[in-house]
Each structure stands twice: as structure tokens, then as C-alpha cells.
């Protein structure tokens, strides 16, 4: 996966800093950028720069929350049709 590690090409690929937090899932510290294009949050371990989710050992609970949330999404797009 072609990911940019350091802090200079992550902002140079349009991702904003936006502080030290901590994962729910496994209390990793990880820190929070957002991609200016997307609006999406995206956190970046601590230790090894790597993509938070695809290291966390809580990811799967995020998957499958995630996962719920499109299968309401679906649900819901259902009932509105436009
Ligand atoms: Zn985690």
C-alpha cells in the first residue's frame, strides 16, 4: 500500500494534523489527520506510522461497527427512493 509515512509527505498529500489522540479499541496513542479531500479522519499509529486500522488488534470491531452503520445506511436508502 503506497502510504506516506512522514508527517512532511502526509501534509503534502493534502492530510491536515489534527493532534495526539488515543485508539478506542486498544488505547494506542495515534495521531489524527484529516484528508482535506475526503473530510475523513484518519489515524496514524504512534510507533510505526502505519495506518492505525490496519494494525489495531481492536480493528475488526471497527469493521464490523462500520459494516452495521452501512447496513442501516442501505436500509435507509431504501426507504427514501428517490
Ligand atoms: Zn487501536
Known sequence: ???PRK?????????????????RACQAVV???????TSKMMPVDYLTREPHWSICP???????????????KAKQGDLFQF
Open 1 to 3: 500500500m503506497s502510504f
Open 7 to 23: 508527517h512532511e509527505d502526509l501534509i503534502a498529500a493534502g492530510y491536515l494534523y489534527r493532534g495526539q489522540g488515543t485508539c
Open 31 to 37: 495521531l489524527w489527520y484529516r484528508n482535506s479531500k
Open 58 to 72: 481492536g480493528a475488526k470491531d471497527f469493521r464490523s461497527k462500520k459494516q452495521k452503520r452501512e447496513a442501516e
